[in-house]
């Protein structure tokens, strides 16, 4: 039994989803022909209470589509320094649209309107870079799976407005978000001008992603997306994966959650260990003690067919998901907390 905790990205396609997939109606989405995708779209944005979606290959592009939308070369954006569009989509704000980044140092990944505002270059000062687009994630990846409260992120909206920015949720992991705090999804639809989700993480879909916006913010969207290469023809066959993952993944997620807080608890108790970042969702991260070495911890939990990963700064990394079963479960806990080191 090879058990994977290095990332919810890892999940396969079950039969009932291939079988799903196979029975798609599919027409070229190029020509916005393709029924299935256009049901994807519509039902996410209705999900949200937003006017429109559109279909993405990956999370990546799918923000760096955001990022054009809302800037212009030289401007800058407000992030948590952990943030995805900084670190991990290979430096695609500047490439893409030429911007730079103005970083936070937050909470988990969470960022505070105070912080934003305290962050906003003034736009009389041509000096400095214009400020044009504040992005969150939500729930945080490399801040360790953190959820936002609503009222902070509609401060910072209250912030945004006021200083006429736009406002981008990534939110590759919202599904946990909204599982774990009972969020309604339609309060962050009223709060950004623009949403990307995910169905490729813990909703278990091979590929996919959507970015959510009024009717003409999407439709700028989609030239953009030809721009980036993103125009896809029969492709209602990925997207009924995306359906399905709504209809028979999303409540399941607190599974996830639940077994991620299980996780912490063994972990807490053992003796290499020193730290764990408080557990929302379906993350957690650990640190150890000064007399352990993350690669000899990783190779230890490999012998017993254990993958974690190693997030950098002596932080070591599991991930909960669909494919990560009870029985699996059990066998972790017990393994963790027996692991002679
Ligand atoms: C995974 C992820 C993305 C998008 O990733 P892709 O692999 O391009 O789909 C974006 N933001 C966050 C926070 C992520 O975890």
Not at 89 to 118: C, M, P
């Amino acid at each position: 039994m090879e058990i994977n905790l290095v990332s919810d990205t890892i999940t396969k396609p079950t039969y009932e989803m291939l079988q799903y997939m196979f029975n798609a109606e599919v027409g070229d989405d190029v020509y916005k022909q393709d029924p299935t995708v256009i049901e994807l779209e519509d039902t996410i944005a209705d999900v949200f209470g937003m006017e429109a979606g559109l279909f993405f290959p990956s999370g990546t592009m799918a923000n760096q589509t955001a990022i054009k939308l809302h800037t212009q070369p030289g401007e800058q954006i407000i992030a948590d320094k952990y943030a995805h569009i900084y670190l991990y989509e290979a430096g695609g704000a500047s490439f893409n649209s030429g911007v730079s980044f103005s970083l936070l140092d937050g909470d988990q990944g969470r960022i505070t309107a105070e912080q934003v505002a305290g962050a906003i270059n003034d736009p009389e000062f041509y000096h400095s870079p214009l400020t044009s687009l504040v992005c969150v994630e939500n729930t945080t990846n490399k801040g360790g799976g953190a959820c936002y409260e609503l009222d902070e992120l509609q401060k910072i909206k209250t912030v945004c407005d006021a200083h006429n920015l736009k406002f981008h949720l990534d939110g590759a992991r919202i599904w946990n978000a909204l599982i774990a705090k009972k969020q309604d999804p339609k309060s962050f639809g009223r709060l950004f001008d623009t949403i990307s989700v995910c169905l490729s993480k813990g909703l278990g879909a091979p590929i996919g992603s959507v970015l959510l916006a009024d009717k003409a913010t999407i439709t700028r969207a989609l030239r953009i997306r030809k721009m980036l290469g993103g125009g896809m023809r029969q492709v209602g066959y990925l997207a009924a994966a995306g359906l399905y993952a709504l209809d028979h993944n999303v409540i399941r997620l607190s599974e996830d959650h639940r077994r991620a807080k299980e996780l912490a608890g063994i972990l807490r108790k053992t003796s290499w260990v020193a730290t764990i970042a408080p557990v929302e969702t379906n993350i957690v991260i650990f640190t150890l003690k000064s007399n352990y070495k993350e690669a000899e911890v990783i190779e230890k939990l490999k012998q017993k067919n254990i993958s974690i990963s190693a997030m950098g700064q002596g932080k070591l990394r599991m991930v909960t998901h669909l494919d990560y079963r009870e029985v699996m479960h059990t066998y972790v806990l017990e393994t963790l907390s027996k692991l002679a080191l």
